[in-house]
């Protein structure tokens, strides 16, 4: 089975921490993704990686930034907690689908942030 | 830019109808389309996964159709069952693989 895991599932932290979310993979996939989920908002592409040490911003860079150190592994680091990142936040990966047929993604099972 | 639209955003039906969701994009030059599932609170599971160059993909009740060169898919789910109540996306890979989703259609079935 495809496994996609997220460091935690609940979080509640202060204003202004440093906050790490962790997704781990195991399905040696090159493309991981870190998406935010609000109600009536959707998701949106906070970061994306296309490899180790390679990350392109997504629609909501700002105020996150990201680390991308082995392949099964990529973290999403709010840099000073704000209370209008309360949020979930879903890690995602898969294959670059060049039409091969792998082009599946997989999730992570989502972390709710509470920035108090 | 690559847009995904999902309508109805809600839809509620009795238990054992057949029904449709729908999808729509606007950028056809896309490797796939993949139909997701959410239940409150929770991640993403992965439904179906059609390949570009298929018409249709099947797993058990559900039936996923695409056709791109007018930007839509459907999602048909027979005999619905109070199980299926979930709001269910479907996404794209845009042409760097960065995966754009629609908002989802929250389907509630009614026992």
């Known amino acids: 089975d495809v496994k996609v895991t997220q460091s935690s599932r609940y979080l509640v932290k202060r204003t202004g921490e440093k906050v790490f979310l962790e997704c781990v993979q195991d399905?040696?996939?090159?493309?991981m993704f870190w998406y935010r989920q609000d109600p009536g908002l959707g998701l949106r592409l906070i970061y994306f990686?296309?490899?180790?040490?390679?990350?392109e911003k997504g629609d909501i860079p700002e105020g996150y930034s990201v680390s991308r150190e082995k392949k099964e592994r990529f973290s999403l680091i709010l840099e000073s907690a704000s209370t209008n990142q309360t949020s979930m936040y879903l890690c995602?990966?898969?294959?670059?689908?060049?039409?091969f047929g792998n082009g599946e993604a997989f999730f992570g099972q989502g972390t709710r942030l509470t920035v108090v | 830019k690559q847009e995904v639209t999902q309508i109805p955003a809600a839809l509620s039906v009795p238990e054992g109808e057949n029904l449709v969701l729908n999808c729509s994009f606007t950028?056809?030059?896309?490797?796939?389309l993949q139909w997701f599932r959410q239940d409150p609170g929770k991640g993403l599971t992965s439904l179906l996964l059609?390949?570009?160059?298929?018409r249709e993909q099947t797993s058990g009740r559900l039936n996923a159709s695409l056709d791109k060169s007018s930007g839509r898919s459907t999602l048909y789910i027979a005999a619905s069952q109070p199980g299926d109540s979930a709001t269910y996306l479907c996404?794209?890979?845009?042409?760097?693989?960065?995966?754009?989703f629609g908002k989802g259609t929250r389907l509630h079935i009614l026992p």
């Open positions: 950028d056809s030059a896309i490797y796939n």
């Open positions: 996404a794209v890979p845009n042409r760097d693989d960065k995966i754009i």
């Open positions: 399905m040696d996939h090159e493309n």
């Open positions: 990686s296309y490899d180790v040490k390679m990350k």
């Open positions: 995602a990966s898969s294959m670059p689908d060049r039409g």
């Open positions: 059609i390949q570009s160059s298929q």
